[in-house]
C-alpha cells in the first residue's frame, strides 16, 4: 500500500464506517497508480501478469484515448481477490478518493457474501501469473505468431461455456443398458430360436420379426453411442477434451476457460453489483464520511455517476434506485398476498405497517441475487412506470427517440432477456459425430432474438480451427430453423423448414 499518510487515515476512517454499517469484507489493499497505469490495468481486467495478447493493447489505446479525449475515466478498480486490490487514481480529489473507498468496500463485500461468487478462486493474481508465465513459455517454443492466432481463435470462443455449470449438475444419470448378450451385442444379431426342421424356420423365424427386431437392436446401439450422450453447453471442455490439440494449444484453450469461469460471476451480477456498491457509498458519504464543504462536489460526482439517457441502461443507476425501492417497501411493508391483492392504488400509495425491515431486506438480496433473479423478483410495474424503463426506438421520420411501448407485461421479459446468460446466446453441442463423420453440430436455444450471421460464421472458422473437420450450428431465421456450416474453406446454409418457438434457459 503506497497511500499518503492522509489517504492512509481516510482508508481507515473508510474501512470501520464499514464495518458499522454491517459489511463484511477481506483486507483491502489499496495502490495508487497515475491514469496511464490505472488505463494499463484495467485493460488487462485487473490482473497486469496476464498473458500476452493484442486484445489486451487495443482495450487500452481505447481507454487511453477516452481519458485524453475527456470522454470519461476510470474512478477506481478492484479485483475479486483475498485480500481485495484495489487501485486509486493519482489524480483525483480528496473527496473522489473518499467515495471511491466507501464504493470499493461495497465491492469487496459483495465479493465475499454473494452466492455466485463463492466458486471463484480468492488467489487469482497467483493463478493469472501462472497463465502468463505459461503463455510466454509456449511463446518461446512455438513462436508468437502461432500461438497468437490460436489464441485468436479460443478467444473468440470464450462465452461457449455454461455459466451455471459452477452450481447445478446438468447431466443425468445415465439410463440402463438394454439386456443383450455379448454375442448379439458384438454381431448385431438378433435372437433365432432353435428349430430342428429347416422348413419350420419361416414359421419360427419370420423375416419380418428378425428384421424387425434388427432394426431395434441398432438403434438401441446407436443411441447408446451418442457423442457427447447429453447436449452440453460447455463447448471448451469438450473441445479441451475431445479436440485433436496438441499439449501447448490443449493449455491455451485451457486457460482462456479458467478464466473465463473466473469472470463469469461479474458478468452475471453487474447491475446489483454495482448497484450494491453505490448503495454502500451513498449511505457511507452521507452519513458519516463527508464533510460540509464536499456535499455540493460528492452531490455532483453521483449525480454523473448515476446519469442515464433513454434508451440506455445504466447499471449504477438501475441497481442503486431498486435496491433502495425494496428498502423503501419492506419498511412500509408494501409486498406479499395482502399488499399485491390491495386494490386501492390512493392505499397502495400510503400503504404503511412499520414493518422497518428494509436494510435487513437489501443485505439479503446482496447475498443471494445474480441479476436475471434480482430483476425478476423486484421489478414491478410501479418500479418500471416510475424509471421509465421503456421501450425505445427511432422514429423514421424525425430520427428522435421514442417510446415504443411502456407496458411492464412487455418491457419486463424484454429486459430480462438481455440478461439472460450474461446477454450472450444460448449454444449447446448436440453431436460431436454429425452425419456419422466426425463433424461438430451445435444448436441456438433461440429465445426471440436471432444470431448475428457474421459473429456466427466467424465463430464456427474458429470452432473448425480446434476441431479440424465440418461444423455446423442450427439457430432460427425470421421464426425459421436453419443450419450454418463451415468446411475448413467453403460456407453454405440449410433451410430445416421448420418454424422454431422461442424457449428458455
Known amino acids: 500500500m503506497n497511500l499518503t499518510p492522509e489517504l492512509a487515515r481516510m482508508a481507515a476512517t473508510a474501512r470501520d464506517a464499514a464495518s458499522r454499517f454491517g459489511l463484511d469484507f477481506p483486507e483491502v489493499v489499496f495502490e495508487m497508480v497515475d491514469p496511464d497505469e490505472l488505463n494499463m490495468i484495467a485493460s488487462y481486467g485487473g490482473f497486469p501478469v496476464r498473458y500476452p495478447h493484442w486484445r489486451f493493447g487495443m482495450e487500452y489505446r481505447r481507454l487511453q484515448k477516452t481519458y485524453e479525449y475527456g470522454l470519461g475515466k476510470i474512478y477506481e478498480l478492484v479485483i475479486n481477490t483475498d485480500p481485495c486490490y484495489a487501485y486509486l487514481m ?124 434388427r432394426d431395434e437392436i441398432a438403434e438401441g446401439l446407436r443411441e447408446r453411442t451418442n457423442f457427447p450422450a447429453q447436449p452440453t453447453r460447455d463447448v471448451l471442455e469438450f473441445l479441451l477434451h475431445h479436440a485433436p490439440l496438441q499439449d501447448w494449444q490443449a493449455d491455451c484453450l485451457d486457460i482462456v476457460r479458467e478464466e473465463a469461469y473466473y469472470f463469469a460471476p461479474q458478468a452475471m451480477t453487474k447491475i446489483v453489483n454495482e448497484g450494491w456498491a453505490s448503495f454502500c457509498h451513498s449511505r457511507l458519504m452521507t452519513t458519516e464520511l463527508l464533510e460540509t464543504r464536499e456535499i455540493v462536489d460528492y452531490a455532483d460526482k453521483h449525480a454523473s455517476t448515476l446519469a442515464t439517457q433513454p434508451g440506455r441502461i445504466n447499471p449504477y443507476r438501475l441497481g442503486f434506485d431498486l435496491l433502495h425501492d425494496i428498502e423503501r ?127 456466427a460464421r466467424q465463430t464456427l472458422r474458429a470452432l473448425h480451427a480446434l476441431w479440424t473437420r465440418p461444423v455446423h450450428i442450427e439457430t432460427a431465421v425470421e421464426g425459421k430453423t436453419v443450419v450454418w456450416s463451415f468446411d475448413g474453406e467453403n460456407e453454405s446454409s440449410r433451410d430445416l423448414g421448420k418454424s422454431l418457438e422461442a424457449v428458455g434457459a
Open 90 to 213: 493519482k489524480t483525483n480529489t480528496l473527496m473522489e478518493q473518499k467515495l471511491v473507498m466507501a464504493h470499493v468496500h461495497g465491492h469487496a463485500d459483495f465479493f465475499r457474501n454473494n452466492a455466485w461468487f463463492a466458486p471463484t478462486d480468492r488467489k487469482m493474481v497467483d493463478v493469472m501469473a501462472n497463465h502468463g508465465t505459461r503463455v510466454r513459455r509456449h511463446v518461446d517454443r512455438q513462436g508468437a505468431d502461432a500461438v497468437e492466432v490460436f489464441l485468436d481463435h479460443c478467444l473468440s470462443l470464450e462465452n461457449l461455456i455454461d455459466p451455471l455449470g459452477l452450481y447445478i449438475r446438468r447431466t443425468r444419470p445415465a439410463a440402463p443398458e438394454p439386456e443383450l448378450d455379448s454375442e448379439r451385442r458384438a454381431a448385431g444379431r438378433v435372437q433365432r430360436f432353435p428349430v430342428t426342421h429347416r422348413y419350420m424356420e419361416p414359421f419360427i423365424n419370420p423375416k419380418e420379426a428378425l428384421d424387425r427386431e
Open 329 to 455: 417497501r419492506w419498511n412500509r411493508g408494501a409486498h406479499g398476498k395482502e399488499w399485491a391483492e390491495c386494490g386501492d392504488a390512493a392505499e397502495k400509495r400510503s400503504w404503511n405497517s412499520g414493518a422497518n425491515d428494509g436494510l435487513r431486506k437489501v443485505f439479503e438480496v446482496r447475498r443471494v441475487h445474480n441479476d436475471q433473479t434480482f430483476l425478476d423478483a423486484f421489478l414491478t410495474p410501479e418500479f418500471i412506470e416510475e424509471s421509465k424503463l421503456y421501450i425505445y426506438g427511432r422514429d423514421p421520420r424525425t430520427g428522435q427517440s421514442v417510446i415504443l411501448d411502456r407496458d411492464p407485461a412487455t418491457v419486463k421479459p424484454k429486459l430480462l432477456q438481455q440478461f439472460t446468460n450474461m446477454g450472450q446466446p444460448i449454444i449447446e453441442l448436440v453431436d460431436a459425430n454429425h452425419g456419422n463423420r466426425a463433424e461438430l453440430y451445435l444448436r441456438h436455444l433461440w429465445e426471440g432474438a436471432d444470431l448475428r450471421e457474421d459473429f
